[in-house]
Structure formats: C-alpha cells, structure tokens
C-alpha cells in the first residue's frame, strides 16, 4: 500500500463506524493522521485503538454534527493541535426508510438536521482549517439515493439531494482557492446503516445492484479526494444508472414496480 497520505491532517465525521471509519482506516494506513468525529465515545475508542493496532495515528473527537457549537469547539481544538486540516471528509449519516405516512414529521427533520445540516455546519466550520492546509480536500459523501429516489426513501433522498446541491455549488464556489470539493455517491454498502432494510420491503434490491463492503467505497472516496475529481459513484458503473434515471424517469419506477412485487 501506498503512502499517499503521508504527513497530511484528516478529519473525518462518521469515522467511528461504516464507510467512515473504512476511510479512517484507509486514510491512516496510507499515512495520515486522523481525527475521528462521532457521538459514541466506545465506538470512537474501538475505532482509534484499531488503527494504532495497525500502526496508524488517530484520535478521537466527541461530536454531534448537528450541534454547531459542538463542531466549533472540535475545529478550535484541531486548530490548536494541528493548525490546519489537509482533508476534510463529512460522513455522518442516518438512514429511516418506510412509506410516507408513516415516517413522523421528527423523522423527516432528523435526517435533515444530520445528512445536510451536519455537512453544511461541518464545513461551515471547518474551513478555516482546511484553507490552511497543505492539500485542500473537501469529500462528502451522498448516496446513489440523492439520484435515484425508490419508493419509501422519501426522507433519506430528499436529505442527500440537499447534500449533493450543497456540494457542486460549494465545489465551484472554493475552486478559486485552489480547494477541491469531492461529491462521493455510494450505493448500497454493507454497514450498520442499511441493517435490517436491506433486501427487506422497503428496500429491494434490484437485479444488478452489488452490495459493496465500506472498504471498497472507502478506496474509490479517497482515490477520487487525491485526484480532486468533482462527483463519484460506487461502483462507478451507479453512474450510467444515475445517468438513465435522470434521462429516463420511468425505468426508475418501472423497475422498482417490478422488485417490489412480492416483498
Ligand atoms: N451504507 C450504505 O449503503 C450507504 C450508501 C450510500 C451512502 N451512505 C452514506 O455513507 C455515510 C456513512 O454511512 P454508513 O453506511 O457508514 O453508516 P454507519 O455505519 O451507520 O455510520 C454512520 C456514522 O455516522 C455517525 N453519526 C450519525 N449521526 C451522527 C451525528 N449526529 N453526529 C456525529 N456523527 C454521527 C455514526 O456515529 P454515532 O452514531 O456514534 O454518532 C457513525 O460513525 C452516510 O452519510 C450514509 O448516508 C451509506
């Protein structure tokens, strides 16, 4: 394995589980060190104390992405430990699926108030340290779902197309200042997010439509952060199937008729 990363700063939200915590993994394993964000604490600690056994540098940091003040005081102390981050990358995310009538309002809001407000706010304050940094790398990660919107993901797809107009305003936005802006859209991924959904009535899945481990998105993430490119899919092929859905609407409906018959 390469050490791409070596010497540079990241902060990851979400890092203590999942698709984070993969590119923690990653992200220290390739050299950097790595400030992992999260609410639990014991998730944070089994996550940093992983990457120490592998030899990497990590550090947990308590927070709530859905407390600004919480994330203030977080940059505050990266500020003072490091000075700068060289690669921010906004992960935390929920997940409630079921049919409209019965997700409650509080439901609707909580996945707004973490999947865009928690990435408006991470970045909000975050990136004075990020101008200060060597690399300049901003990744967020959406979802295939920001795309494509199945039945019963009304609530998750509306917070990550909010997330991903963020970002391609933001990307344009921070370009002149040499910062790249990376819209990462994963599909379906095997992580405590999608347990008990997956393959489930609110969740079909489609015929072709691989399950990728945290792993596998966390090498296309940071592959896609180093080269500074603008939008990425996981697989890659998602992205001729977000391409179809956007010219041809009803093939996405047409085919979720289809795989939800019988759930
Ligand atoms: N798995 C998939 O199929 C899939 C597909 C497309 C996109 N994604 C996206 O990928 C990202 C990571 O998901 P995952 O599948 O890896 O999920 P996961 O395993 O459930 O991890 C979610 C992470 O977000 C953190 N988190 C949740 N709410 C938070 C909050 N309010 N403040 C701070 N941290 C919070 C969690 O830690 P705490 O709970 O301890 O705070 C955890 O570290 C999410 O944005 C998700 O929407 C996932």
Known sequence: MGREFAGKVAAVTGGSSGIGRACAKL???QGAKVYLM???RERLAAAVEEI?????????VQVDVTSGEQLAEAAAFLEKAEGRVDVLLAGAGIMELGPVSELSYDLFEAM???????VVETVRRFLPLV?????KR?????SLAAKISPPYFSAYSASKAAVAGFAHALRQELAPQGIRVVLIHPGPAATPLVDGYLG????PLPPGVPVVSPEHVARAALKAIRKG???VFVPRRLALTAWLAGVVPGAVDLTYKLVGRGK
């Open 138 to 142: 901003i990744g967020i990660i959406s």
């Open 229 to 231: 490119r603008r939008e």
């Open 38 to 40: 999260a609410r639990s």
């Open 200 to 203: 489930g009535r609110y969740y």
């Open 112 to 118: 707004m108030r973490v999947n865009y407000f928690g």
């Open 52 to 60: 120490a056994r592998a030899g990497g540098q990590a550090e947990a």
């Open 131 to 135: 101008q200060k940094g060597e690399f």
């Open 27 to 29: 992200l220290a394993a």
